[in-house]
């Protein structure tokens, strides 16, 4: 069946081409990019028409993206690069502290708010030690998930009260671990995530004398939405039931442990996005605090977990790329709920937890790319009838000839069956390759013709979108999908994207992204949208000679340590960037992943395979000496350069 196209127009005609004819200002380019929808203040169109950073938010000094990366090639650094912004994640480490510090006042709150970073959502050390560092004032902690990680934490510098909670499944040595962390004066406090890790703790505190301090992961029974609802609810991974619960505190009590208990802890999954699920969970969990209080339980920290949304498309809905709720909107909430329930029983406002990551990184880091060719449909040349052309594509041309307002639904469908025909003739051996081909390309070109009658007779294009997909360009961007952003492949995650300058000039084009991996699903073709997903991306016509950028945004949660080597393309280079009232610094620049690293990765020597290589081209008779050199030269060179296209 062809795509579907509406029988009747809506008459706006008029307005359509007017629109066309406007000049297309930076306002205009904000609106068909979202950027003010998705950029949380730290990101705009600047008055040249090339995208800004203000990683102090809208008041603050900007530098345009366009001009980094020129300066980074210029140094000689090649794409795709990652571009961090430590201001960005300060930013956001006072704007979440501050937003429960306000929400605290509003509500006269007794308690306090000490959040955590759990660092499995980026471990990068630049995010982490900028983290750290920002949080100080605010006894901001870590969150840890595995022993390593527990390591990495421990060398932290921190506030002497922040807290280190160590989360995930444990054996004897993270026990060990964490409990000296403690006996070193840190505030560590051993997660338990299933029933069997607290007598593994009972006997490893007593074993080296140290006094653990307990959290109790529970179970919720409310369930998250979007991507990650299953991480809640009672099919999830982690935590106890309400009769472990009671059995961990009988257990404790007659130990004489019972005063151990510090922290009450609940995660309902990641990128929550609607607050009315994280309200219901607050609620069941603030009573579980209050009850285990009445037990005798002396729960300090009252632990929300992650969850906090990112709009990744600015839509300020419920879709899984969305949140319908803002930062200060969570944090009133979780206070108020807590008060609420705290003051029923007259319990003490505990010091609330939350365990952010992603709301905390995602602004933080900006992928580059370079589009390096473009792939265009078929029929956009002038097309030319052979002589002797079978019947069916002298039909098709005739079409093509013949499409107007007036008809192209009957053409379009007409063309549509032709091309099944010539598919099946072909098949039959009764038609030849270049008839074929000819056919092929006036299909495109009445389908192109379709879709801009159809767009000038003002239907919505979201109506047209099969057609806008099968037309749209495919540009080639040297990067991996698979390395740089692993989640638009695993769970179709949505990205801002957007091409960093002439932000100015009218995108004329759609176009779809695929990578430089042999691997089809190397490709992007969801974008956001303020009402659904978009098939394609409207970008510029691309002048030779001229490079062209996108930038990939939001990418600072998960992406930086999910990549994954698929086709052996390493992880990229990355530089770190501050902006002050003088300017843009590039405060350092780490090199990706050289091709070398790579493949040890996989288990080979890098001597072994130069010394195999050798040995086959000094025992060739067909190469002369000059020929041996520059091929050993040219091995060489690759095993030491950068994984991806250079020029
Ligand atoms: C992954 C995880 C988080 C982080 O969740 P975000 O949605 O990124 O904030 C927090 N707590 C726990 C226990 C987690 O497993």
């Not at 309902?268 to 605090?289: F, H, L, N, P």
């Not at 598919?423 to 092929?440: K, T, W």
């Amino acid at each position: 069946m062809p795509p579907d196209i509406l029988p009747v127009a809506c008459g706006r005609r008029a307005g359509f081409k007017l629109e066309k004819l406007k000049r297309y200002t930076t306002k205009d380019a904000e609106e068909t990019y979202l950027v003010p929808h998705w950029a949380a203040g730290f990101f705009r169109v600047g008055e040249d028409g090339q995208l800004e950073v203000t990683p102090q938010g809208p008041g603050g000094p900007s530098a345009s993206l366009y001009e980094i990366v020129q300066d980074l090639r210029d140094e000689g650094r090649p794409l795709p690069v990652m571009l961090r912004f430590p201001q960005i994640l300060e930013a956001r480490v006072e704007a979440l502290n501050e937003a429960f510090r306000r929400a605290m006042r509003k509500y006269d709150f007794q308690g306090g708010y000490q959040g955590l970073f759990p660092v499995k959502v980026n471990q990068r050390r630049l995010v982490v030690e900028t983290v750290a560092r920002a949080g100080k004032p605010y006894a901001y902690g870590l969150e840890a998930g595995s022993k390593a990680e527990l390591a990495l934490i421990l060398a932290q510098d921190l506030h002497p009260e922040a807290i280190i909670a160590c989360n995930g499944f444990k054996d004897d040595d993270f026990i060990r671990l964490a409990l000296m962390g403690r006996k070193l004066g840190r505030n560590v406090i051993i997660t338990l995530e299933k029933f069997a890790e607290l007598s593994r703790v009972i006997r490893i505190a007593a074993e080296l004398g140290v006094e653990p301090q307990i959290g109790i992961r529970y179970k919720l029974k409310a369930k998250g939405s979007g991507q990650w609802e299953e991480s809640g609810g009672e099919s999830a991974k982690f935590g106890f039931t309400t009769p472990e619960i009671i059995r961990a505190i009988d257990i404790l009590a007659n130990a004489g442990m019972l005063g151990t208990i510090a922290m009450l802890h609940a995660h309902i999954g990641s990128q929550v996005t609607d607050i009315r699920r994280i309200k219901q969970a607050v609620r069941e969990i603030a009573q579980t605090y209050v009850q285990l209080r009445k037990l005798g339980a002396p729960v300090r920290y009252l632990n929300l977990g992650g969850g906090l949304a990112v709009d990744y498309d600015g839509s300020k809905t419920a879709f899984y790329a969305s949140a319908n709720y803002t930062l200060p909107e969570y944090a009133e909430d979780l206070v108020y709920v807590t008060k609420e329930i705290c003051d029923g029983h007259g319990e003490p406002h505990p010091t609330l937890v939350t365990e952010s990551g992603r709301a905390v990184t995602a602004y933080h880091s900006v992928l580059v790319l370079e589009v390096v060719d473009t792939i265009r449909p078929a029929g956009e040349e002038k097309i030319e009838l052979p002589q002797d052309a079978h019947p069916v594509v002298q039909d098709m041309f005739e079409l093509a000839k013949s499409i107007s307002a007036k008809n192209y639904r009957e053409v379009y469908h007409d063309a549509y069956a032709n091309k099944d025909t010539i598919q099946n003739l072909y098949d039959l051996g009764l038609i030849s390759l270049r008839d074929r081909a000819v056919a092929e390309a006036l299909f495109y070109q009445i389908a192109r013709k379709t879709l801009k009658l159809a767009l000038e007779l003002d239907y919505p294009a979201d109506e047209l979108e099969d057609l806008q997909k099968m037309l749209a360009d495919k540009l080639v961007c040297n990067f991996s999908l698979f390395q740089s952003l692993p989640d638009t492949w695993a769970i179709k995650q949505l990205f801002p994207i957007m091409p960093l300058s002439r932000l100015n000039e009218r995108p004329t084009r759609e176009a779809t992204l695929v990578d430089i991996t042999c691997d089809s699903d190397g490709k992007i073709d969801r974008f956001i949208d303020l009402h659904d997903v978009r098939n394609t991306l409207p970008v510029h016509e691309i002048r030779p000679g001229e490079p062209y950028y996108l930038g990939v945004f939001l990418t600072g949660a998960y992406q930086d340590v999910l990549g994954m080597s698929h086709n052996l393309f390493g992880r990229i280079g990355e530089a770190h960037v501050v902006v002050d009232e003088d300017g843009y610094k590039i405060e350092r620049f780490i090199t990706g992943e050289k091709a070398r690293r790579v493949i040890e990765k996989m288990g080979y020597e890098e001597g072994e395979l130069a010394e195999a290589v050798e040995k086959l081209v000094r025992s060739s008779r067909k190469l002369n000496p000059a020929e041996k050199g520059a091929f050993m030269e040219l091995y060489a060179r690759e095993l030491v350069g950068y994984t991806y296209l250079e020029e």
